[in-house]
Nanobody
Framework: QVQLVESGGGLVQAGGSLRLSCAASGSIYSINVMGWYRQAPGNQRELVATISSGGTTDYANSVKGRFTISRDNAKNTVYLQMNSLKPGDTAVYYC???????????????WGQGTQVTVSS
């Protein structure tokens, strides 16, 4: 069984910063890409940022230059440092990871439960 547990969400004023963390646990053999997605009310879930096991990153245009994704492979943890936050960043943020387990014999997607980020103007 694999779990992704997020932390670090909250309420912040525009211009402020937050750091999200997501720790993967369970019978993990290997993790490929890890990432963050977000979903605002009435909107579809959208990609925020991803990072490969080798450290290659990709960002949505809307967050480039403000958000930084990183990971600690030894801890199976991915982080999202969010700076210069805007009210438009308000959403539930979800952690995602492509994880290989012996039980499944393949890589599959896992999702966290989500953490609320609210940016006030």
């Amino acid at each position: 069984q694999v779990q992704l547990v997020e932390s670090g969400g909250g309420l912040v004023q525009a211009g402020g910063s937050l750091r999200l963390s997501c720790a993967a646990s369970g019978s993990i053999y290997s993790i490929n890409v890890m990432g963050w997605y977000r979903q605002a009310p009435g909107n579809q879930r959208e990609l925020v940022a991803t990072i490969s096991s080798g450290g290659t990153t990709d960002y949505a245009n809307s967050v480039k230059g403000r958000f930084t994704i990183s990971r600690d492979n030894a801890k199976n943890t991915v982080y999202l440092q969010m700076n210069s936050l805007k009210p438009g960043d308000t959403a539930v943020y979800y952690c995602n990871a492509d994880i290989y387990t012996i039980a499944t014999g393949r890589f599959r997607d896992y999702w966290g439960q989500g953490t609320q980020v609210t940016v006030s103007s």
